[in-house]
């Protein structure tokens, strides 16, 4: 069955930490990755994605993310957090499959406190 | 133009009316989505429209009935829903369904409260 899980439902981290949020999938046949972020009241706003080539990938607002084939992750990253990147995080998947719609995960609540 | 574009923002209506959602985008695409959010939870899928035909209903309840009048349009039209439903419902458009991008692009969503 193909699935993707996001291992950690919230995150709390002072502000300038650093941040991981974790993403694995399960599939079958090549997948594509996204993360999108929510902020409060808002609709969903794409950070960034991995179709192929290079599996380090850089998004907005100073996230990056690392698709790792064997381990079957693609975790997101920021070095330094601020205050205003508190919001849900979803990691999403989509199959390279004709006729196939995106996969969330269940999301992570990053909280960023100073 | 990159924008996907809902009204109302925020919709509140009694278990007896009937109101409809609407979603527009003018980026060419050739999928349309209908998503339902509750508080704390990812988008849960309810329909996919690809070139204006319906190709996917996730089982959703026939008080949601989406319509997809043109490439650009898609609207839920709502009837006799129940409290439960209230939800934030987000409309998505992608280059076509299960295109080699796979990106989604997501309006702001339109905010329902069933009384």
Known sequence: ?114 | DTEVTQTPKHLVMGMTNKKSLKCEQHMGHRAMYWYKQKAKKPPELMFVYSYEKLSINESVPSRFSPECPNSSLLNLHLHALQPEDSALYLCASSHSLGSSTGELFFGEGSRLTVL
Do not use: M
């Open chain 1, 1 to 114: 069955a193909q699935s993707v899980t996001q291992l950690d439902s919230q995150v709390p981290v002072f502000e300038e930490a650093p941040v991981e949020l974790r993403c694995n999938y399960s599939s079958s046949v090549s997948v594509y990755l996204f993360w999108y972020v929510q902020y409060p009241n808002q609709g969903l706003q794409l950070l960034l994605k991995y179709l192929s080539g290079s599996t380090l990938v850089k998004g907005i607002n100073g996230f990056e993310a690392e698709f790792n084939k064997s381990q079957t992750s693609f975790h997101l990253r920021k070095p330094s957090v601020h205050i205003s990147d508190t919001a849900e995080y979803f990691c999403a998947v989509t199959f390279n499959q004709a006729g196939t719609a995106l996969i969330f995960g269940k999301g992570t609540t990053l909280s960023v406190s100073s």
